[in-house]
C-alpha cells in the first residue's frame, strides 16, 4: 500500500505526545487523514491545529478503556476504511496501578484491534505499539517505525 491516504485513513491512539504524537507527524507529513486519540485534550487539539495545515485531522480526546471513546473514534472515522491503526496509548507502572495499567494496555488494545478490525482497508496494517500485541489478532500485520521518527520511513515485519 504506497498511500493508505488513498483508500482510508490513519488512527493514532495515544496522540497527544510522545511515540504517538511522532507517529502522527510521519502520516501528516505524507499527506495522509488523520483521526487523532488521546486523553489529555489540550495538548491533543494544539497537535490537532498543527496537522490540519497539512493534512485532514479530527481530534477525538477520552479515555481509551472507555468502550465509548472507542466508538466515538470510529464514529469521526466515518466511512472511510482505516489504511492504517497507529496504537501509541498506554501506561506505565510509573504512570498508574495494575489493574488501570491491565485495563489500558490489554483490555482497550483488544477492544479496539476488535472494534477497528472489520474497517481496515484491503491490505490494511496495524502499528502497534508493543509487537507482543500483535499476538491479539494473526491477520493484523505489524509495522515498525524506526528509532528515530525524523526518518520517515516505516519498515514491515511480521
Known sequence: MDNPGETG?????????????????????????????????????????????????????????????????MAALGDRPIATLAHAAGVSPTMAGGSRIFEINFTATQRLVETTLPKMAHGGTAVLGEADLGVLDPRIRIVGLPASPAGHSLNAST
Open 9 to 73: 485513513a490513519v488512527i493514532v491512539t495515544g496522540a497527544a505526545g510522545g511515540m504517538g504524537a511522532a507517529i502522527a507527524r510521519i502520516f501528516a507529513n505524507r499527506k495522509w487523514p488523520l483521526v487523532l486519540s488521546d486523553l489529555h485534550s489540550d495538548p491533543l487539539e494544539s497537535l490537532a491545529e498543527e496537522l490540519r495545515r497539512t493534512t485532514p485531522t479530527t481530534a477525538v480526546d477520552g479515555d481509551i478503556a472507555d468502550p465509548s471513546h472507542i466508538e466515538a473514534i
